[in-house]
């Protein structure tokens, strides 16, 4: 028998509130599946499971808050894991791809999710659907729960930066690189492609970032007690800003085997579900590293901060044309300033310039990305 | 369709984008990115938007032209060759 318990989304986490089982006591469930939805401060988060097996029993029920590591549901192990010859493989239970948010609008509704067209990525169903559905806009969080939701979500970030701040040594360096090769390929590339495919040079820098950490596998790592140990994937912890206030960083998983196009729609994926909801555990707890694009924000260059126990953050300033000196001549050339923080534990300034170096290579020759 | 509902239309579109927008304090002809503190992936969601409800896949080389309210239901009016009725 396995517990499988409340996770720890986070070193300031203590409690998370149950808010939907996905699975019931005798469903089986596989290594990596999703299991239940948690609401905790950093927005509801959908929980997958790491034991395979058959659900025994259920502990909590929905609507509970409980302390990180209480036990929620017995699971009987192993029982799926050994195919047999005769038995037809259990059906997979049919689930609804839909946000939270609009899950629990349609609940209060009382609209069967399966009657509506998703519009989301992936043709998930969002809250726009399930209110067009009803015919207008259905009702806000309420502002006192979106209030108290910052407030939280602000002190997680607090303790996070605090903790950075004062156990992380960090060295900074910066780089800009010529990124006309990159936006003149992009500019072809998306001529003949629907704005549903269109490609941002956000997701070419993810790539980038990816290809060189494989190379620079120092900075893709973890500081454990007294040294940083090396990570065997490259999760991109992605700086998404919240619209009323307050960033998450979840991870994209393994970017650097990607194709740019998986890249994209992976970074269109995260940043819905950060915004509606429905990140799951794993991408809040898994990040080898941390990418922030604050050139969105119209700043020229970004000296990030490390997210513990990550041991390094890379930046993308803005997308600016600068005049750039090439063979000899002053041309007006896109440029982009990629600044890199990295922990002086983990790694020196020697390294971290080596890593700068190969993105700004990478970005030269885009199309083999 | 007629330049009314083509206005509707473009703040249904923004409204998909950024579901906090008040149509009332939207300023006409003000970048809606400065407005409304939208990034590359909200500009380019709202561009998905207006291809999947009003079907104009506005091209890149494009995006300046739509960047404020005015000016995006003029470019669209002129894509889906309307006449305004204007009294």
Known sequence: MAEFRMPSLGADMVSGRLVEWFKQPGDTVARGDLIAEVDTDKGAIEIEVWTSGIVERLLVEPGTKVPVGTVLAIIREGVVTEPTATAPPPAPAVRIRASPLARKLAAELGVDLASVKGSGPGGEVVRQDVEALRGGAGPRQPPAEAEERSVRLRRAIAAAMVRSKREIPHYYLATTVDVGPVMEWLRVANLSRPPAERLLPSAVFLKAVGLALREFPDLNAWWEGDRAVRRPDVHIGVAISIRNGGLVTPALHRVDRRTLAEVMHGLQDLVARAREGGLRSSELTDATVTVTNLGERGVDAVTPVIYPPQVAIVGFGRIVERPWVVQGKVLVRPVVTATLAADHRASDGHLGGLFLARIERLLEEPEKL | ?87
């Open chain 2, 1 to 87: 369709m007629t330049r009314e509902e083509i206005h509707a239309g473009v703040l249904e579109c923004l409204e998909s984008v950024v579901p906090e927008l008040d149509p009332k304090s939207l300023e006409e002809s003000v970048p809606f990115r400065e407005q409304l503190d939208m990034d590359s992936m909200d500009a380019l969601n709202f561009v998905v938007a207006l291809d999947e409800r009003l079907g104009v896949a506005v091209a890149e080389s494009d995006y300046s032209k739509i960047a404020t309210l005015e000016s995006c239901v003029d470019y669209l009016v002129a894509a889906l060759a309307v006449t305004e009725k204007r009294p």
